[in-house]
């Protein structure tokens, strides 16, 4: 097995997201939101995207608990160091804090993004919770897929597969890459270029090697 360490600050866990506004307080009004969606693999992209695609304007994470909201709740923000908890679906990044939230413009996916920037070389979506789909892996803060495909290319393996944003795994197991979901539950963006499928928490993006 492969593998490299990045390390990322409290800082990092926030700013590798254009979209993030900052650190807000958190009340039990708030939290008690009708607009309110609670997942146990959580991350600053799933909220934005879940709350874009029920048309808000903005999207706020304490840890597994998802807010949409047209408008932030509070002008009151604390320092980014206040929402020190890890996402439940990514330990790379923050999920708000003890009475604090971190607060995202949404994402809203056009219907042309669907489909893959490397459509040809897309082999499918898949399920990776239950399996460990493809042995060789490498994490990066500035992952993209033409990285991951050079990557695995370079290890000689068939097949490069993306999760999180910045996992990427190598494998020639083309029949052990485990459930298929839609390419849509792979839309993560990748942490290092504007590539729109480099998979979730709970799902992986397979392409062909380079």
């Not at 903005?58 to 949409?68: D, E, G, H, M, P």
Request: proline share 3%.
């Amino acid at each position: 097995m492969s593998s490299s360490c990045y390390c990322f600050s409290i800082s990092d866990g926030h700013s590798d997201h254009k979209d993030y506004i900052g650190c807000s307080i958190s009340s039990y009004k708030t939290r008690d939101l009708k607009h309110r969606w609670t997942y146990s693999e959580m991350t600053p992209g799933t909220c934005k995207r879940h709350c874009g695609e029920k048309n808000f304007k903005f999207a706020a994470i304490i840890t597994t608990i998802c807010l949409c909201f047209n408008v932030i709740p509070s002008e009151k923000f604390y320092p980014d160091e206040k929402c020190y908890l890890k996402c439940p679906g990514d330990k790379h990044q923050f999920c708000g804090g003890r009475s604090a939230m971190s607060v995202y413009r949404t994402v809203k996916i056009k219907p042309s993004d669907l489909k893959p920037v490397y459509s040809s070389l897309f082999m499918g979506c898949y399920e990776t919770r239950h399996h460990s789909v493809l042995p060789k892996y490498s994490s990066r803060s500035d992952m993209s897929i033409e990285t991951c495909r050079k990557y695995c290319g370079n290890q000689g393996e068939k097949y490069a597969g993306l999760t999180k944003g910045f996992v990427c795994s190598c494998g020639s197991n083309y029949d052990k890459f485990g459930l298929w979901y839609t390419s849509k539950a792979c839309q993560e963006g990748c942490h290092g270029s504007n590539d729109k499928f480099c998979g979730t928490s709970f799902s992986m993006a397979v392409y062909k090697s380079a």
